[in-house]
């Protein structure tokens, strides 16, 4: 087969130029002729050839859409024969058929002769058998009185009307041309030549509504802009009407309630049909027009209909008519390229919108006020048409889908504050309105595109108003996967978005699932599919998401968060970036030190922060990098000694976010609520409590009751008001709240639960209620219990004395679980703290473990732990000199402690030649002391002591001296405790092969 | 993670000079990398569905390669030359993995369909088309080298009738004369069933003797 058509090509190639010699000869005929020209003048041999590309040529004028390759593929081949046609020569009363020129929904076209009485050509139109039914014509004559009086240059007459054998038929004047759209893209026309073209048009519609005829069936196809021909009227090269009048004698019945689908289908897509005609009412008036010149607009700016044809022909008729109904297209210039784009962007999409709204009463109310705002927009006078505003989408979208406002606000807010709030890319867009519009574009896609395909998809959510947010997110939720189905960039934005809604209500484990699913898919893929601004936001939830979780990957997201927003603004704002650089590093290593250094200096560097922030347009997204780094800074010094100085960095999150954010936004909320903690406990109460009273009345519009935040604002609000000693009123808050915030937790024993439990703990017992405060501290007793988190144990010490049995239990357990990491790793192979996970939380334990007032056998455990801890880090890691210092500072002068004093200093010692400015002497100095503090050790135990804790000591402290160069007193304790180990535990412990591994490397050294 | 100054800022926009533009040897490997940076980018930026326009993808490296002063129609006209060959390899190269992928039996959507949907119709949207118009015009070209060109500048830079006349130097009315031709001539060619068959198999095309 290859090979037959090979030859058969190249043969036809060859003769390629007399091919088209003797088409564009034919070309000159008319239909008669041609048939004798190919007869008597073409070569036998090209003759079916010839045929072919003549009919293939009449095929692309007659479909315009079809004309170019774009359809050249199935629809080409599949029609060529077309469904059976009238025989050029038949006679159709007095027209004489000489060629088909098209098929439509309504029947064949045709090119006919008028006969009598006169000879002119004329297009004549053969109704498709079914679709007439006895009274088509009857309704016809009705309305050719009204089409007899239309009278202009840009509509084609209706000539006649009758019925012949075939079929009811109509006679119209012939337009020969391209359709405008055609057209256009063939001319290359400019978008004001276009404009001017598509003014035309409008001046005929309106002259036939003056008249009062609708058109009813304005589309591409229906506007041909006639080049040459005699028969015509009006200038070459202006738009003509054709079909004046046809849709309401042919299509009376789309009305009836018996339409079928397939008889629908026959009818033509419903690209260009208004909302009101697809709903099938029957009160259609002048605005129904203008909806469809809005669409034909559409097209000529785009080149594509606002409801692709391709995929409405794929959709049922149920759901077609819901995309006419209920969709939103996008706006014409997010169909283009640049430099149309710039051009079309802004007034053009408001117009064009403006005459596509679903709801007639927001349309322009005619066709000249229409065409009027596209003068004034060609003469740059201001438009009628303006952006559509937020909240009014909003509401359109509320009312349109009978959901909650609430949910509306949620999925909206999730989206926007992601893709508006943090967005750092698009750095390419000239202006920062640019920036906004493309941002606003993409946000409304996003929504429009997660309502379509998650919520719309079921039916319940569209009809349901009462139900819940969390149900319809849930719904959502269980539809992404299909929803999305082969489109894994969309599915990571659904699921961020969605995540992003939880999260906001306080859902964190749902949140979690879609926030990492998301993230997984953008790394999986081989192209990122999140744009920065996105995964940013993703990161920067899932982060959050997964404090409150209490999971252990928390600082490794945070991190990736932290350096994406960093080399994103860093690009832009060279010196902002530094500052909050360093805000964050002065946070990350010294707030859970007892000094004060570190945090004034991350005060400092977040000062000049906001001093440089100060000059940033509202709309740059830094604004969100700045609140976010205010947030971390303060949320990290608020579980740490300093919690009274976290009040600044919540201040600046909040005074940021209120420029960028829309008032009401959970995120403020947040910000707010932490806020009025900090002052709340600084017993600053009447600016607590004004501006918890503040949030709260914004949140509770937003949202209703029912809501995370909300809670968490009310909880804010009660504890200020019981500091203040208005238990009375503070009671009912915190009651409401600690509701929400436990169902609305990862788990019973995380933050919020545990928080809300403290602080009705607190409350009782302030008031003096016994009975109530018992309650609620078994209650969290119990939550402690299950809890291994030092956040939660940091929030109990707000509750429990030090030595409650809770608290206590709670340090055991902190100290097991640093036992775990320290002991669970040799040297530079702790698993996963890549990120600087184990570490993170090492420091923060031993942050709030710094804040415990020690007696002395809480300060052993203290400073077992914190010396154990720093050994399980890799050498290097930075915690080790600090924290070695820290349990020093423990360890002096308590007796006994021989063991964890001589680590301590072997870790100093590894401190001192980390450090440059220390002196050699230094380190021999404290690694001496390590060794005396060993040897007094052994003698005060007299070998009687922990075996196996002792030899791991010795080891570790003999790595120490190792790295340091003391080979000699490395071998001695290295052997010393191999020994111990390995009577101890047997050759095959792992403690005992990596000393012994240790011993080997040293003595090949040596 | 690609780093993020490639993500926004694309490649380098280096203006061409005078010399590239009338070099083919230069300007092909220039502009292929550049539209395939935009086409990569648009697929990226763009919202499911949405329509990638070689024909906007081709001005738009216009704009960024050589910028708003129009350097005269005969630089014009070898740009797009260039341009439209570029554009018709990326095509193709996308047209032949999506091939592959429907029949190596991955049942996965291939998302690129979506977003090649046509403006207008100039250029050629399923990859079987866009792999039988390729094919085409591969044989045309052997003979009728302004034809194939032509309709190469039709179908993948999007050129107008009047830009494809600047393009190739000649009148409009020959453009459009030549185009109707060509038009009725590929139809006949790609609807012949072999035609649509030949993609199908994915083999290469041998010429019998």
Redesign the interface.
Known sequence: ???????R??NQ??R?EE??RH??AA?ELSPAERRAYLREQAPATLRP?LE???A??A??LARP?????????RE??GS?GGPPGLEPGTLVGPYRIEDQIGVGGFGAVYRAQQQEPFTREVALKVIRPGLGGPDVLARFDAERQALALMDHPGIARVLDAGTADAGPFVVMELVRGPTI??H?????TSIEERLHLFLDVCRAVQHAHQKGVLHRDLKPSNVLVHTDGPEASGAPGRPKVIDFGIAKAFRGQLTDKTLDSARYRVLGTPAYMSPEQARGEVDIDTRSDVYSLGALLYELL???PPF?A??LSELGLTDMLRVVIEEEP?PPS????????RKVRGELDWIVSKALEKDRRRRYASVSEFGADIERLLTGAPVLAGPVSRRYRLQKFVSRHRLPVALAAVLFIALTAGVIGTGF????ASTQRDVARLEAE?AR??TD?LVETVALADPEIALDPNLSIRTLLDRAGARVADGT??????EARVRSALGRAYESQGEHALAEQHLRRAVAIH?GAS???L??PE?YATLWTLTHVLFRLELPDAQEVAHRARQ?AH??VR?RHVELAAALDEMTRAIRSGAHLPEEEPVTRALDAAARAEALAADLDPKDRTWALVADSCMDAGFSLWYSPHEGRSGPFFRCATEARRRFLPAGHPDIGESVSMWVGVLTRAGEMDAAESLARGALDELRSTFGDDNFQVAFAKARLGESLGAQGRFAEAEPLLLESHDVLLRGSGGPATFFPIDSHSRLIQLYRAWGRPDEERKYRRALADLGARSTWPVAWAMMRWVFEPDEQPLVDAVDRFVGRVGLIAYSARPGELPGDSGGEATAEVRAIAAHLSALPLDAPRTLVVARLLVASTNAFAPGADVRPETAALALSYLEGQPGLHLDRAEARSLSALGYSESSGSAPGDRVAALDQAFADLEAHDAETDGRGDAWFTANAKARIGRAAAELGDRWRARVLLEDAAATLRLQLGEGNRDYLAVATELRALDGES | ?????D????PSSARLTEAQLHSADELLPILYAELRALA?R??????????L?P???V??AW?RLVGEADPGWNSRGHFFGAAAQAMRRILVEKARHKARLRHGGDQ????LGDQE??????????A??IL??DQVLE??E???PR?AKLAEL??FAG?????CAAALGVSVGTVE?DW??L????????????????WQTG?P????T
Do not use: N, Y
């Open positions: 087969m290859i090979g037959k058509r090979g030859s090509m190249s190639l060859e390629l091919v088209e088409f564009h070309l050839q072919r590309l003549l293939a040529d095929e692309t859409q079809m004309s170019a390759p774009g359809g050249i593929g080409g081949g060529r759209t055609r256009a893209i063939e001319m290359g785009t080149g594509r692709e391709d995929r996008p997010a169909c283009l390229g640049e430099p149309d784009r890319g698009l750095l390419e993409r896609a996003a595109f189905r082969g489109q894994p960039s969309a790394d192209e990122d599919v744009p920065p995964l994406l080399d994103m690009r | 993670m690609v780093p993020p100054s993500e926004v800022l694309g990569k648009r697929f990226r930026d763009e919202r499911p569905g949405a329509t326009q024909t906007a993808l001005h738009e704009l996965r959507r291939v998302e949907r046509t403006a207008g119709g100039v250029i050629p949207s399923r079987e088309e039988a118009v044989r045309l052997t003979r009728h034809k039709r179908f050129l107008t009738v009047p830009e004369r109707r031709f038009k009725a001539w590929l139809l006949d060619q790609l609807a012949s069933p072999e035609s649509l068959h030949d083999e095309h041998v010429e019998s």
